[in-house]
């Protein structure tokens, strides 16, 4: 089920949040419902193989990832997926390939979920071609439920992001 967390980000996207105890629970195709162009941050993601990554990339692509952060277990690994599975859909021509489109994708291995929330909501930007388009911020939290509830509690009140 995707919840609309009734709170916008720095940029005034809305906030929507996702949460699966497994990656294989969700239905990608549900995304298309939100605007064009989203962020996406999948955190909590264990149990996921590279598998179950590279089916789906290229239907989070095609159904408007502008930017990706990626938190959690296995981060950096997700992170390459992304950028491996775009980089062969505009060799193979299905998305095309210059500086203004291109997919954003980070990692936030050594932090912690308080400050790749605070990046994902307070500093991502996406390249220019999505700028304007992007009206949707998107938490998908794998796995445990108790830092589900962390992350909807920094959702709600951002403020606390602030606090050290």
């Known amino acids: 089920m995707i919840e609309n967390i009734n709170n916008k ?3 005034g996207r809305k906030i929507f949040l996702i949460n699966v105890s497994k990656f294989k629970e969700f ?4 995304l298309s419902q939100l605007s064009k162009y989203f962020t996406l ?6 149990e996921v193989t590279t598998e179950d990554y590279s089916k789906n990339v290229d239907e989070l692509i095609n159904s408007g990832l502008a930017y990706l952060c ?3 277990k296995d981060c950096g690994k997700i992170h390459d997926i992304f950028d491996e599975v775009a980089v062969m859909m505009e060799i193979e ?4 390939p210059n500086d203004d489109n291109i997919i954003m994708t980070t990692w936030h291995q050594d932090e ?3 400050e790749a929330l605070f990046y994902f909501l307070f500093i991502t930007a ?3 071609k999505y700028y304007f388009d992007c009206k949707t911020s998107l938490v998908l939290t794998i796995g445990d439920s108790n830092e589900s509830e962390n992350v909807r509690k920094y959702l709600e009140n ?3 992001l602030e606090n050290d």
């Open 9 to 11: 980000d720095d940029f």
């Open 27 to 30: 239905d990608f195709k549900k």
């Open 41 to 46: 941050l999948i955190i909590n993601s264990d």
């Open 70 to 72: 990626a938190w959690g």
């Open 93 to 96: 021509q299905q998305i095309d």
């Open 112 to 114: 912690t979920i308080k």
């Open 126 to 128: 996406p390249a220019e």
């Open 158 to 160: 951002q403020k606390l």
